[in-house]
């Protein structure tokens, strides 16, 4: 079974933002030895129960994957580029990460999109490791954290699996 790498990001966090473009070339350039993934996590202030942003964002990142089930990744970062999520942007996002623009309405339009949203949120705060972003190696049904800050994501990514995917013990979850 391949390593998945899972991006938890939160749209509306300058860290966030930052970490989205190499998480994309990653994804670029690893995406046929590894499975990617991004989950939401929401806006910090969503955890007060203050972020209706946030459930919007959610509910737009979940129909927009629906429609391009593979373009999770660059999807995340499109949302990270997105000042607001009107109609427009919708279309520009959908057609920039290859989805068809009436199908993430079709998406947004279903019954229980909100509950979908609510569970996205809840599955990214969960896996979050703080109140940024986190990058999540599993292998062999063990999680570890990727560092996003100690140098190219991509070299700390090829050494570990040049290494058969194994992790340092201290990055284990």
Known sequence: MAPTLTFVFDPYCARSAAAAPAVLELWRSHRDRVTFAAVHA????????????????ARAFCALRAAAPRQAVPIAVE????????????VDVALRVGADPARVFEELRRPGRGERARAELDRGRALQLGDGPALLFECDHVVSSVPLDEGPLAAVLESWLAAGARVPASTAR
């Open 79 to 90: 949302l990270h580029r997105a000042p607001r999520l009107g109609r427009g942007v919708l």
């Open 42 to 57: 929401g806006g910090a202030v969503a955890r007060f129960g203050l972020g209706p942003d946030s459930e919007r964002s």
